[in-house]
């Protein structure tokens, strides 16, 4: 089992910057991509950035340009620098892992991010 707790949400302005961090209970080599996913209220959960074992990653078009994912092996965390933040960012934004990109098999328990125009 391994668990995951977010943090660094809050609300901002249009054009603010927030980061995200995501710290795992434990590393565990199964685990080859953590993700960053995100949902506001009425609309589906959406995979906003992901990053594989060997630091590869891919972005939503909705962030590209503005959010970078990474993360800190030695500190079992994940980040995710949001830059230029715009109203329809505002979600709860959870992070996840998986032994693949495509299923997810640990969840956080998400943090709310709140862009005022």
């Known amino acids: 089992q391994v668990h995951l707790q977010e943090s660094g949400g809050g609300a901002v302005q249009a054009g603010g910057s927030l980061k995200l961090s995501c710290v795992a209970s434990r590393h565990d080599d199964r685990e080859q991509c953590m993700a960053w996913f995100r949902q506001a209220p009425g609309k589906e959960r959406e995979r906003v950035a992901r990053?594989?074992?060997?630091?590869?990653?891919d972005y939503a078009d909705s962030v590209k340009g503005r959010f970078t994912i990474s993360k800190d092996n030695a500190a079992n965390t994940l980040y995710l620098q949001m830059n230029g933040l715009k109203p329809e960012d505002t979600a709860m934004y959870y992070c996840?892992?998986?032994?693949?990109?495509?299923?997810?098999?640990?969840w956080g328990q998400g943090t709310q991010v709140t862009v005022s125009s």
């Open positions: 996840a892992t998986g032994g693949t990109c495509y299923y997810y098999n640990y």
């Open positions: 990053i594989r074992l060997v630091g590869s990653t």
